[in-house]
């Protein structure tokens, strides 16, 4: 009938819900009201012969009637309307908080479009739900009853005609709407897969127009497409029945009130005017049990959409640092203690880490120390472990074992936003957010003059890079960098990692081609970024490494081999079988 | 979107191609208006039953009634059930018929026609508007045609009992049902155009957020970020909320027009009564089946919006898919010339002759008198910076867009003579920005040979040492990647790829950027699976990495779209050139 959650939620505006249930209340009291001068003009007309104008007064009391009717048939669903609104919202704003507690790790794992649908558009079906459905329900409920009540001290037998069938709609709606509701289920995944569907074939075209698949994947968007028509078709061939139910039991029943009246008023047995009344009544008292019918629908989308939200809002967090995942509640957070003076130090004391289901571990036994100030680059072959490093430094997750210390202090007990004030990152495809240069430089440094971004940017060698866009800083961009050269997208994460000014930069250096002639404004920016900070970077250029105070080898999560890059090019181990193998290329 | 299509063209070409379902549809909204009809007899016959019967006269009189009653009770209910049937199919069919059409379309124009646009939102647009499409006969074609008939039909049945009830309910029918739906539009119209653009806006807020939630978080930013998108939520829901507002007082002022016809049809047979011109037994009737009729107006200002919805999101499409396109970028081939894409097993002969190539109406040539000479079994390097005009070369050769000047053959032949298959079949392309589908790892790499043996398909991804990753996977090569392939990394993605262009066999292997988001040794790994593997085969490797090719037959300098310099390694070398240059920075 009522999804749990929802219920929950729309309980929390119950001021809504009662203005809902009175005007549901009023509106049937206006039909009783209705139907009964109705049948008064009609007896006093056909029967005793009224002059016309004899009815004016009829005439006006039923304009009323229906003006009063309309009136609170609007003000029901304007109360309806807000307590929709206040679902929404709050649904909406726990998903995009949820969204941020799992983290960038885990939300990589979830299809995004399906959930940036959800939290927009895909949502809008509460609207029905809540401002439809839900007062009809409650209708469904009460408006039978108080026809009821009026209907049996006039005439017991339609009332008990009445009082048998009306249990009995809901109750096959009931049965059917349960067969129903788990066909349908199934077809909204379904249905969210096709959708999917087409939008992965159209957004892949040009990978399969080289494979030559593209004209051949026409038959099966058209396979899945007459797919999707046969289980929907299925599933409501069953839904379906709902509505011929429905409509059979209460078109029958005015029938049988109808012809049974008929019958005793030829035989006497009750007057014209209540019988006219009671054939009025009888779609009436079907009506709100129909109007729910037609809501079911509504009903299915709104409790499927809700399902996908809980389900989504119970995905457990990857054990991430600062209380934002598993860590245990309670448990003091520290600030991170920092000697500006000193800078950062970290160590990696025996550190495993394992990502959600995962069978292997990407970090196994990780042990390092890394003084502040020092520069140290991580190498080693993809799936190393080089980028769990970073992530575990980022609080993005937490280690399965192992203790991670800055400063001395152990991470997991770290205000976490404190700690990321501290730490500036580059990662390897940065997000170009949709917006100006200058908010993309300016992300998260809310504090930043525009003094002080220029500053930032001209001592980097950013100055130029800006100076070419047409509108300089305020040059708008496009989401996820579009229009701008993959080394463009590098020169702004570098400005925008300075601009934070935090002691401990995170490198994770990009492995993807850079236009020769920006290559070097790239590198001379990273250097300049480097200076006076302690650095952590994931390394793939040659030149990068060895200006590294220090090189960790990476391998199978753990270092095989460290040391300055001069002393590993002089020892015959993986440092240097890594490097031969990128003999005088951009490589490693 | 390029241009706006006039409505009636939008609305021609949109009913030109639902045209093959137009029995069906007609069946279905037939349906739809019995339905609306037998409800109407069933309470005509109803008030005629009891106000007969409130004369006393002897039974029998009555039976005719009394069937009729339970005729039109049966008969509502089953119509109903055919009605939904009917009307449901057809629209899947009608979505069917949208997709595969649109697929096909856009198919031979892509992807010249899809790349300028904004990536994500123009598929997310696409993928709405086909749905909003769907909808268009349910509600725009059939819901006036069924209010239409049934209007009609009872209006012509008042007639004959209560001339000016019919003439009444026509009336209140074109103010309620027509006038105040298009009232009703005026304000909404404006604001369903301002929701859109809101919804893209806020689609790219949730975006920004989602995917660029690590650095959000990095920097501190997240929590402003996700205040700033719900915020802008809060607002569409508000304004939202006043469409909808909008929304039901439409629909309860035709449900009170319908009271309004009822009163006027009982009311208007008062005097009739009187003057004896109507029998007594009609007069309730008149007044129930004046109402009736409403049933059928109130989907009309659903019908209405969804008109101009259905002609927008139509319009857009037929702009991104024109009929019988002229530009479209592969030609038929010339009559006479047999091209039966089959799978090339001899390795063709591929030359370039001073091709000149812009993209779109920009002025500056991507590529400029461009000559290249492939012979079979040729091992040639294309090398550049970004924008040089490498991958544009490659574009050109799988036919992607049309070149302006010169000539590309194969074996002699002008490709643009030779089915865009046929051309393709004989390559084997890495492209620099490969799709992963989301589906199996199986099925991600079998895209490229669908007939594939389970042993091809391991050797291929042993060549592109894909096996290992592909053992540690929780369902092996039936675990799901996920969009984009975004559950696996830029390394595992760009070895997919590789494993397709192995298990592809062509002739002639070009890659783009073959090593890119790959580690060192990888790298090394692959070149010499390539080396093993391609034995006298064609390849072409794009590429700003300056390794590794030493033993390329010739290696061509790029530079704003035109040739800088050729020759081999040494040669090149040598020359103290370009390429020297280029080499010394240290790369």
């Known amino acids: ?588 | 979107m390029e241009k706006v299509l006039d409505p009636m063209t939008v609305l021609r070409r949109l009913l030109g191609l639902l045209r093959p379902y137009r029995l069906m549809m007609v069946g279905a909204a037939a349906c739809g208006a019995l339905t609306v009809l037998a409800n109407a007899g069933l309470l005509a016959v109803s008030a005629v039953l009891i106000s007969s019967a409130a004369l006393m006269p002897p039974l029998f009189e009555l039976t005719t009634l009394i069937v009729g009653v339970r005729f039109f009770g049966v008969a509502r209910a089953a119509l109903r059930y055919a009605e939904r049937y009917f009307t449901h199919d057809v629209t899947f069919r009608i979505l069917k018929k949208i997709r595969v059409w649109f697929y096909r379309a856009i198919e031979p124009l892509a992807p010249a026609n899809l790349q300028s646009q904004a990536e994500s939102a123009l598929f997310r647009r696409i993928t709405a508007d086909i749905e909003t499409l769907q909808f268009f006969y349910i509600r725009v074609l059939a819901a006036p045609f069924i209010a239409l008939v049934s209007v009609a039909a009872c209006a012509v049945f008042l007639s004959f009992f209560n001339p000016p009830a019919a003439a009444f309910l026509i009336i209140l029918a074109l103010t309620g049902g027509v006038g105040i739906p298009l009232l009703t539009r005026r304000v909404t119209r404006g604001a369903a155009a301002t929701a859109a653009r809101l919804w893209d806006e806020i689609y790219g807020g949730v975006t920004d957020f989602a995917r660029g939630l690590a650095e959000l978080k990095a920097c501190g930013a997240a929590g402003a970020k996700r205040e700033a998108v719900a915020a802008a939520l809060r607002e569409i829901g508000r304004r939202r909320n006043k469409l909808y507002a909008l929304e039901s007082l439409t629909a309860v002022l035709i449900q009170f027009f319908s009271h309004l016809a009822l009163i006027a049809g009982v009311f208007s047979g008062v005097g009739l009564v009187a003057d004896g011109r109507l029998e007594g037994i009609f007069l309730a009737m008149t007044g129930l089946v004046a109402q009736a009729a409403f049933e059928s107006l109130q989907p009309m200002p659903l019908a209405l919006e969804q008109l101009d919805e259905g002609l927008t999101a139509a319009g857009r499409l037929f702009s991104l898919a024109p009929d019988g396109a002229p530009r479209r970028p592969e030609p038929a081939p010339a009559s006479g010339c047999e091209a039966v894409p089959a799978a090339k097993t001899t390795v063709p002969d591929i030359m370039w002759r001073q091709v000149c190539f812009s993209y779109g109406k920009q002025e500056t040539f991507a590529l400029r008198d461009f000559s290249l000479h492939l012979p079979p079994g040729a091992k040639k390097a294309l090398v550049g910076s970004t924008g040089a005009g490498k991958s544009t070369v490659v574009s050109l050769l799988l036919r992607f867009w049309p070149y302006t000047a010169g000539s590309i053959t194969m074996d002699g032949r002008e490709i643009t003579a030779m089915e865009a298959e046929e051309t393709r079949a004989a390559l084997g392309v890495l492209s620099q920005d490969p799709w992963i589908f989301h589906a199996t790892v199986r099925e991600n790499i079998l895209l490229a040979r669908p007939e594939a043996t389970a042993a091809d398909l391991r050797e291929a991804c042993r060549l592109a040492r894909l096996d290992e990753f592909i053992r540690v996977l929780p369902d092996g090569y039936e675990t799901e990647v996920g969009e984009n392939g975004l559950k696996l990394s830029g390394g595992q993605r760009q070895r997919v790829a590789l494993a397709r262009v192995f298990l592809k066999n062509s002739p002639v292997i070009i890659l783009d950027e073959a090593e890119q988001g790959l580690d060192t040794l990888t790298g090394e790994e692959i070149r010499a699976s390539l080396r093993e593997w391609a034995g006298k085969k064609t390849v072409l490797r794009v590429t700003h990495n300056l390794s590794g090719l030493e033993d390329m037959d010739e290696i061509i300098v790029m530079d704003e779209g035109r040739v800088a310099e050729r020759g081999t390694y040494a040669e090149l070398l040598a020359q103290g050139s370009y390429y020297a240059r280029l080499r010394g920075k240290g790369l």
């Open chain 1, 1 to 588: 009938m009522i999804d749990k959650n929802l219920w929950r939620e729309a309980g929390r505006d119950k001021l809504y819900l009662a203005g809902v249930a009175l005007c549901g209340l009023l509106s049937g009291i206006t039909v009783l009201a209705q139907a009964w001068v109705l049948a008064c003009v009609v007896r006093a007309v056909f029967l005793d012969g009224a002059a016309p104008l004899g009815t004016r007064s009829s005439f006006a009391a039923l304009l009323a009637l229906v003006t009063l009717r309309a009136l609170t048939g609007w003000l029901e669903e304007w109360f309806a309307l807000r307590l929709a609104r206040g679902v929404q919202f709050r649904l909406r704003e726990a998903v995009l908080a949820h969204m941020e507690k799992i983290g960038p790790l885990r939300l990589r794992e979830e299809q995004t479009g399906e959930l940036l649908h959800l939290v927009t558009e895909g949502l809008e079906v509460l609207h029905a739900y809540f401002a439809k459905y839900l007062p009809q329900l409650f209708k469904t409920g009460v408006l039978p009853l108080l026809f009821l009540g009026v209907i049996f001290p006039r005439d017991w037998t339609t009332g008990l005609s009445l009082l048998v069938t009306a249990p009995l709609l809901p109750m096959f709606m009931m049965m059917i709407g349960k067969w129903a509701g788990s066909e349908t289920k199934k077809r909204w995944r379904v249905l969210a897969r096709m959708t999917g569907y087409l939008q992965d074939v159209l957004q892949g075209m040009t990978t399969l127009k080289i494979l030559g698949q593209s004209a051949k994947q026409a038959e099966k968007v058209e396979e899945i497409s007459e797919n999707f028509r046969r289980v929907s078709l299925g599933v409501l061939r069953i839904a379906f029945l709902s509505a011929l139910t429905l409509e059979l039991f209460s078109t029958l029943s005015i029938a049988i009130v109808a012809v049974a009246l008929g019958l005793r008023l030829v035989g006497g047995g009750i007057d014209f005017q209540t019988a006219f009344f009671l054939l009025l009544l009888a779609p009436e008292f079907y009506l709100p049990i129909r109007s729910l019918g037609a809501q079911y629908h509504a009903s299915l989308n709104g409790t499927a959409a809700a399902e996908r939200v809980y389900a989504f809002l119970r995905t457990p967090a990857e054990r991430s640092a600062g209380g934002e995942g598993g860590a245990a509640p309670g448990s003091k957070r520290v600030q991170p203690r920092l000697e500006t003076a000193e800078g950062i130090s970290v160590s990696f004391c025996d550190v495993t880490l394992t990502y959600g289901e995962e069978r292997e571990r990407a970090l196994s036994g990780l042990s390092f120390e890394l003084r502040a100030g020092e520069k140290i680059g991580l190498v080693g072959p993809s799936g190393g472990g080089k980028s769990s490093v970073l992530n575990l430094l980022l609080g993005f997750v937490l280690p399965d074992s192992g203790r991670i210390l800055v400063n001395g202090a152990d991470m997991r007990d770290l205000d976490m936003e404190a700690w990321r004030r501290l730490v500036a990152w580059v990662p390897q495809k940065p997000w170009v957010f949709a917006g100006s240069i200058r908010d993309n430089l300016l992300l998260g440094s809310t504090e930043a003059t525009e003094e002080l971004m220029r500053q930032t940017c001209s001592e980097l060698g950013l100055a130029k890079f800006v100076a070419e866009m047409p509108d300089g800083y305020s040059t708008r961009v496009g989401q996820g960098g579009r229009g701008l050269s993959g080394g463009q997208i590098q020169l702004l994460a570098i400005g925008r990692a300075a601009l934070r000014r935090a002691p401990l930069l995170l490198l994770d250096e990009a492995t993807a081609n850079l236009d020769l002639a920006r290559e070097e404004t790239v590198q001379n920016a990273l250097w300049r970024l480097m200076r006076d900070k302690t650095v952590v970077a994931a390394a793939h250029r040659l030149q990068t490494t060895m200006r590294m105070d220090r090189i960790f080898v990476l391998q199978r999560g753990r270092v095989s081999e460290s040391g300055a890059p001069a002393e590993l090019m002089r020892r015959d181990g993986a440092f240097r079988a890594l490097r031969q193998a990128g003999l005088g290329g951009a490589g490693l």
